[in-house]
């Protein structure tokens, strides 16, 4: 493709309008937003609102008058219509870390009998450590976590499956799992499924209900823009949540909280996977986050995702000339996520070059170069530009240089 087509079809982009809806740095690439979405400008307004007015003027009446009591189900509410959920099936909650213990721990509850958590090895590793630490604490007659390769996760499901935790898209590769084929292997075998949606919420038409899921988790400050540590979300379908129980009962999830009562009565509805008091000021940077993806079109947003990811691998390959640079995952759009990860021996320089040149994307251990394709701010021609300026660091080894080696706490 030229750099005209790519003009071309930035012309014709039914999203283009949205990239005025966010703050971004004049001339930077951001190639970043599924680690880290940047602001939508409503949410600098809603902040200054809610810490002059709801906060400083509201003061604790705000819990009623600026209805901050209702926002952890209000803005679940709208992102169960981005993941093909009822309204009352999410709430805003803690991180994810945090809500898969929970809901791991809820799917044994539902599954007595049943002690094996099953997951895929090289899933994102908060996962696995939260399935970890959830073993440790009940012991192996009630709970173990087995993880096999993702080749043999299918036939790995079995009698004693309590639940199978899959993150959507993974976080490396990109590799998309089919979401209803899985689950509808996992209840074959009376398992129950939870689903990681890190990397899909926002990016990835995802239809939880369509597919039969049970339970799921995802993170809002990727391409939700809900901004660092935003509050995670939960989805516990209907037919679940007058049984699952939570291992972190707190007052918010208890049936009455104003009640004041000394002893744990669960809501029978979503608010019981709720712990303590909602983080209002991140609950208010994220409802303006989720307010803007609703004015897209889901299918719109994933195919203009998947199309700026595919024309960056066809740029890069095409342009580039290191036989070092090795795509890692899949290739057809079905089969992926809106990331490409680029394996390379000295990935972690390359990034570092990159970023040198206002082109950010990010490093994952021990050698992926990691480039997300955010499709509301994202243009064509941006896209053919960094493939054009990778495909220039490679073939200089721009990145050949010790500050670039310096390894960053956080890469
Ligand atoms: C698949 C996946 N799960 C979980 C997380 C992070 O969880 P938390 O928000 O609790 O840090 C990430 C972060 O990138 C992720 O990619």
Known sequence: MTRDEALALDAGDPLARFRAGF?????????????????????????AEVSHNEWGEGLVRSWN????????????????????AQPHEVTVADSTTVNLFKLAAGALSLKPGRTTIL??????????????????????????????????????????TAAVVLTHVHYKTSRRWDLAAVTAAAHAKGALMIWDLCHSVGAIAVDLNGAGADL????????????????????????????????????????????????????????????????ILGLAALEAGVDLQLQADPAQVEAKGLALAGLFVRQVE?????????????????????????????????????????????????????????????????????????????ATRAWDRPEFRARAAVT
């Open 318 to 394: 095409a342009a580039a000339a290191d036989p070092a640079l090795r795509l890692t995952g899949p290739r057809g759009p079905t089969a992926r996520g809106l990331h490409v990860s680029f394996a390379h021996p000295e990935g972690y320089a390359l990034v570092q070059a990159m970023i040198a040149r206002g082109i950010v994307g990010d490093f994952r251990a021990p050698d992926i170069a990691r480039f997300g394709f955010s499709p509301l701010f994202l243009s064509y021609a941006q896209v053919w530009d960094a493939a054009q300026a990778l495909a220039e660091v490679l």
């Open 216 to 279: 799921a988790v995802g993170c809002s400050y990727k391409y939700l823009n809900g901004g660092p540590g935003a509050p995670a979300f939960l989805f516990v379908a209907e037919r679940h949540q007058a049984q699952i129980a939570s291992p972190l009962s707190g007052w918010m999830g208890h049936a009455e909280p104003f009640a004041f009562e000394d002893g744990y009565r669960p809501a029978a509805d979503i608010r019981g996977q709720i712990t303590g008091t909602p983080p």
């Open 65 to 84: 008058s600026a209805r901050w009591i209702e926002a952890p189900l209000r803005v679940g509410g709208k992102i169960a219509r981005l993941i093909g």
């Open 23 to 47: 703050a971004l740095p004049h001339g930077l690439i951001y190639l970043d937003g599924n680690s880290l979405g940047p602001p939508p400008l409503a949410v600098h307004e809603r902040l």
């Open 119 to 160: 997951s895929e090895a090289g899933n994102f590793p908060t996962d696995l450590y939260a399935l970890q630490g959830l073993a440790a604490l009940l012991g192996p007659g009630r709970a173990r976590l087995r993880t096999v390769p993702p080749e043999d996760l299918v036939a790995a499901i079995g009698e004693d």
